[in-house]
């Protein structure tokens, strides 16, 4: 495992100190696991099988395997390895998606740049996260009645309800969808219907002014984030 290489190349990612710390301690486990459990097996000449059983062994010990196929996607998109690179990228969504169903929903507190006293209202009715939003707001006759309702301007509203429905895509969360409404692409469809480098340099250019994000998305994020918004169902109509 070549320590050296593997920090230069996340240093050109613009990786903080400590995200770079954590990717090769991470991936120092897996590389041990092997050296125990695999005789014969490196880091870079594993196998899906070896990365399946390290999973498996890991979630024994009772651990998050999210944060270890994070760190080895980025390993092996450093090697080169196009093959371990898109297997560790699918399980991790894979299991984003099934820890994300076992989760309370996202708080809107928690969506960088709501109004907290818009916020407060909306809780005094009863709507504190972004499931009973969007299940409240997924018509426009909806979300003028909750307008009305609430005492939250219906602009806000919207605003809301399209910052709700953009974090059903896996990955998106309060601060990454921040990022997606300024710069335009503020619902599903617009997303789903976006070439991913247009989506990309687009989201590059306002987190270059705006500095939402510590780093820019990347292309196969913008990628994913499309295939996701193409896969999900409408719940809300604009």
């Known amino acids: 495992m070549n320590e050296d290489g593997f920090r230069d190349f996340l240093k050109k990612q613009r990786r903080s100190e400590g995200t770079i710390a954590t990717c090769i301690r991470l991936s120092g486990e897996f590389k041990a696991y092997l050296e125990e459990y695999r005789l014969g097996v490196k880091i870079d000449t594993a196998k899906p099988a070896d990365i399946q059983d390290f999973l498996v062994w ?3 010990q009772r651990k998050s395997v999210n944060s270890y196929l994070w760190a080895l996607h980025r ?3 450093f090697t080169g390895n196009a093959h371990m690179r898109k297997l560790t990228a699918d399980l991790r969504q894979q299991e984003i998606a099934r820890r994300r169903g076992q989760r309370k929903s996202l708080k809107l507190k928690d969506i960088l740049g709501v109004d907290i006293d818009q916020i407060e209202k909306l809780a005094e009715i009863g709507i504190n996260d972004i499931k009973w939003l969007i299940k409240n707001g997924r018509t ?5 009645a909750l307008a009305e309702q609430s005492g939250v301007p219906l602009k806000e509203i919207e605003e809301m309800v399209k910052l709700a429905d953009l974090t059903r ?12 409404y300024e710069a335009g692409f503020d619902t599903l469809e617009k997303i789903a219907t976006c070439d991913p480098e247009f989506l990309h340099q687009g989201l590059v250019s306002v987190n270059t002014e705006k500095q939402i994000l510590q780093r820019h998305p990347t292309l196969r994020e913008a990628k ?3 295939k996701q918004a193409n896969n999900l169902e409408k719940l809300v109509e604009f």
């Open 224 to 226: 994913y984030w499309v």
């Open 75 to 77: 390993y092996y998109d």
């Open 169 to 180: 895509i896996v990955d998106i969360k309060g601060v990454k969808v921040r990022l997606l």
């Open 140 to 144: 426009t006759a909806q979300r003028t």
């Open 58 to 60: 890991m979630k024994k």
